[in-house]
């Protein structure tokens, strides 16, 4: 019996990434974008070139309306969802006395309650099936806090406190709730560093590289097929930050 996934942000960046690697492994995949329509479409192109078909869904999981759109839709067209990948989120480089409400109200509805949402619209058809993974992406700031990016962590610290509480509710219930938590990964969102700021953070992790999408997409791979993780925190940032 095939599974279902829904990947959130998944137009480009890891999010693209994760949503190759789930559907190369037989899972059907609803790949969720916000703005980024042919990059959605290009991606759907590209893994038809491999006999690979994927749904792609235009929904924003910032508002309710948007998680609950598409969690509908998975559910009415597979009658399931067995895995729940929460990526979708933005970042803001600014000094924090310069942060407005606009700007808390950004970040944190993007990537935090995008995830409280969509765990919310989806929870209730995993508890009826007794099992399902839900991997939310957060981030290393999360742990650690990034300077000139404090909304981002603390959008990002709150997935982790999420993950953590929630794993312990829903595991009566066969569902695993874990947090991958990425360093620097070569996407879009790190253009705003330079090479020289690019070099000196190589210079700081003991793999010597800048991680790479796929790093992140084989992590959320093994999360899905094992069965005994949750309530963790993973962090892949090549040795960056010990914890």
Known sequence: ?????????????????????????NIKVIANYNK????????????????IDIDIFKADVSKREGA?????YAIKK????????????ISEYKIFTEETDEDWEKIINTNLYSVFAMCQEVIPNM?????????????????VGSSLEVLYSISKAGIDGLT?????????????VNSIAPGVIDTDM????SDMELKQIRDEIPLERIGKVEDIAKCVKWLVDDNFTTGQIISVNGGWVIT
């Not at 996934?5 to 492994?25: C, F, M, P």
């Not at 042919?38 to 038809?48: D, F, R, V």
């Not at 794993?167 to 219930?173: H, I, M, Q, R």
């Not at 790190?190 to 560093?193: C, D, Q, S, V, Y």
């Open 190 to 193: 790190n253009n705003n560093l």
């Open 1 to 25: 019996m095939y599974k279902v996934a829904i990947v959130t942000g998944a137009s480009r960046g890891i999010g693209r990434e994760i949503a190759k690697y789930l559907a190369r492994d």
């Open 36 to 51: 980024s329509k042919e990059k959605a479409i290009g991606l759907k192109e590209e893994l038809k070139k491999e006999n």
């Open 164 to 176: 953590k509480g929630l794993a312990k509710e829903l595991g009566p219930s066969n569902i695993r």
């Open 78 to 89: 597979y009658g399931k969802v067995d895995i729940l990948i929460n990526n979708a989120g």
């Open 127 to 143: 508890i009826h099936n007794k099992s399902g993974c839900i991997i939310n992406i957060s981030s290393i700031w999360g742990i």
């Open 68 to 72: 609950k759109e598409l969690a509908n």
